[in-house]
């Protein structure tokens, strides 16, 4: 008889046995993807910006006291204040110098000294009731524009700075509130023109 071959034997794999794993393929397309997918996953569930929510604010910017709003009243009669500021001169000395303030009745007088101002000689004055005031607290520094002059002026201290600002905006209001409710001002109240002849600007040399 004839040895017929055999034929090769077949092993199947049975239904429930795994696959083999493939070897790992170092730099591949799929490592790339899985690290992108990783940073993406954690990007979605990071915490957002609180730049976002709390917008930051730049510190010692100018602030211009805001004026009498639609229908505001302001019945308050704020007092006399006084006392000694820094206000800035461009010529012939130019720089800082010291000069005694008035504050009455939204009229504001500077001289040089006190007793100056009470014999009537003083360097300039301005209603403030219709004037442009920015305020620098960084600085301690007020600006006054009153259309035909503008002066500029520094406290020594902070709170002498505060103080200012709260009695400037308060006549401000109050001669605001005047012009608007009262049909006649009295000279007293500050009627008259926003700047007198005697109020000089900061080119002036009695500045």
Same mark, same amino acid.
Request: net charge positive.
């Given at each position: ?10 092993? *199947? *794999? ?9 070897? #790992?393929? @170092? ?5 790339? &993807? #899985? =690290? ?6 954690? &990007? ?8 976002? @929510? @709390? ?11 805001? !004026?009498?709003?639609?229908?505001? *009243?302001?019945?308050?009669?704020? !007092?006399?204040?006084?006392?000694? /500021? ?8 130019? $720089? ?9 009745? &939204? ?12 014999? $009537? ?7 403030? !009731? ?16 009153? =259309?035909? &002059?503008?002066? @500029? ?8 700075? /505060?103080?200012?600002?709260?009695? /400037? ?20 109240? $500050? ?15 009695? !500045?």
């Amino acid at each position: 008889m004839e040895n017929t071959p055999k034929k090769p034997t077949l092993h *199947r *794999r049975k239904k429930n046995q795994p696959k083999a794993p493939a070897p #790992a393929q @170092h730099g591949s397309e799929s490592d790339g &993807s #899985a =690290d992108s997918n990783s940073m993406s996953g954690d &990007s979605q569930h990071a915490p957002e910006s609180s730049e976002r @929510h @709390h917008p930051v604010t730049k510190k010692g910017e100018w602030e211009i006291l805001s !004026g009498l709003k639609q229908g505001q *009243r302001f019945e308050f009669s704020p !007092g006399k204040f006084e006392g000694y /500021l820094h206000k800035r001169r461009k010529w012939p000395l130019k $720089g800082w110098h010291k000069r005694y303030f008035v504050l009455d009745n &939204s009229i504001l007088t500077y001289a040089k000294n006190a007793s100056e101002l009470a014999r $009537g000689k003083k360097h300039g004055s301005m209603d403030i !009731g219709l004037s442009v005031i920015s305020t620098k607290a960084s600085r301690r520094r007020i600006d006054i524009d009153a =259309d035909a &002059s503008i002066i @500029h002026i520094r406290c020594e201290s902070q709170e002498n700075y /505060l103080q200012w600002v709260e009695q /400037l905006k308060q006549h401000r209001l109050r001669k605001q509130h005047q012009m608007l409710y009262t049909e006649h001002v009295s000279p007293a109240a $500050g009627a008259g023109p926003l700047l007198s002849p005697a109020s000089p600007s900061d080119d002036s040399p009695t !500045g």
